[in-house]
């Protein structure tokens, strides 16, 4: 394994994985539960510089289909109105 920031994601998703499989060992959970507190606190998720800045676009198409989205709270949907305000 390369650890990079993909295969760190990938060995953090099967011990994950393998903790809420009623299939296996409890020596098996154990040894994941061990893994995943060795590993750092934070996500892990694609590449790094992929993480640094959102696209504005992006973000208020989200929050546009928040806002008009009936199944989201009004609350959700009033939080989301701010923020697209602010942007």
């Known amino acids: 394994m390369q650890?990079?920031?993909e295969d760190i994601s990938n060995e953090a998703s099967g011990h994950k994985a393998n903790l809420s499989n009623p299939n296996t060992s409890e020596a098996s959970k154990e040894h994941?539960?061990?893994v995943l507190e060795s590993m750092p606190d934070q996500p892990f998720y694609g590449k790094e510089?992929?993480?640094v800045?959102?696209?504005p676009n992006q973000v208020a198409?989200?929050?546009k289909?928040?806002?008009n989205n009936d199944?989201?709270?009004d609350s959700t949907k009033e939080e989301a109105k701010e923020k697209l305000n602010d942007m």
Do not use: F, M, V, Y
């Open 32 to 34: 994941s539960k061990q």
């Open 53 to 55: 800045s959102k696209n």
């Open 65 to 67: 289909a928040t806002i």
């Open 71 to 73: 199944t989201i709270p």
């Open 61 to 63: 198409g989200g929050l």
């Open 3 to 5: 650890n990079t920031a």
């Open 49 to 51: 510089e992929q993480n």
